[in-house]
């Protein structure tokens, strides 16, 4: 057997200790040498064992899922944004367009049963003696006071299912359908003067959890409104 040449390199010694730490060091190593990568030998002795490769697939595909999942919720909110400002643009124009507190009131109606599909809608406002046109007034020791006692107090829009009480204060012409949830709107600028009060017969229309902003800005809009002519 011939002696190695003497101006050959020795072959390096390297314990596994040394190998893993040099691939956790070059991660990119099996990509900028892959016919290493085809000379592995990951076996699959077991159902639970999987190669290298798939392993890595298995976790791309988990992260592209949760980027589509992500995805669609970012479109499906930029979706419902697009449809609230639309309908606040459309609400602003039904306002103007009104010409006195009655045509308000009525334009206002259709608008919320045409675009919100609202079954119900009720206005008032303290400081006004009598009803003009839709729009209630609200004496201090009135049933529909009573009925909105929470919304004067908190002085933001309250969600949920009505009471007996409300129902027969507010929408005590509803008939035999009467709401079974509403949204109740505050107006007024510096303190709450009256009330906006939207009924539907779905129970799970307006829910105590929802978000309130859209009726918010909807309350500013028809507070405004309602200055013109009161």
Same mark, same amino acid.
């Given at each position: 057997m011939s002696e190695p040449k003497a101006d050959q390199d020795p072959v390096p010694t390297l314990d596994e200790a040394e190998v893993a730490a040099y691939l956790q060091a070059n991660p990119d190593f099996l990509q900028r040498h892959p016919a290493v990568l085809e000379a592995l030998d990951v076996r699959h002795d077991t159902g639970s064992a999987v190669s290298l490769i798939e392993r890595q697939v298995a976790s791309l595909r988990r992260d592209n899922h949760d980027t589509?999942?992500?995805l669609r919720e970012l479109i499906d909110t930029a979706r419902d944004n697009e449809t609230r400002v639309q309908h606040?643009?459309?609400?602003?124009? %039904?306002?103007?367009?009104?010409?006195?507190?009655?045509?308000l009131a009525t334009r206002l109606r259709e608008f919320l049963k045409r675009e919100l599909k609202v079954d119900a809608m009720f206005i008032g406002f303290t400081g006004i003696d009598e009803n003009v046109g839709g729009i209630h007034a609200l004496p201090r020791d009135g049933e529909a006071m009573q009925a909105l006692t929470n919304l004067f107090r908190r002085g933001k829009p309250i969600c949920g299912p009505l009471t007996e009480d409300q129902v027969t204060a507010l929408f005590a012409d509803a008939g035999d359908t009467p709401p079974q949830s509403a949204a109740l709107i505050p107006?007024?600028?510096?303190? %709450?003067?009256?009330?906006?009060?939207?009924?539907?017969?779905?129970?799970?229309?307006?829910?105590?959890?929802?978000?309130?902003?859209?009726?918010?800005?909807?309350?500013?809009? %028809?507070?405004?409104?309602?200055?013109?002519?009161?």
């Open positions: 589509h999942a992500r606040l643009n459309g609400l602003a124009r %039904v306002l103007l367009g009104a010409d006195d507190a009655d045509q107006l007024g600028e510096d303190k %709450v003067h009256g009330a906006l009060v939207l009924g539907s017969r779905d129970s799970r229309r307006f829910v105590p959890d929802m978000g309130t902003l859209f009726l918010e800005l909807m309350g500013n809009l %028809v507070t405004a409104a309602c200055r013109r002519h009161l």
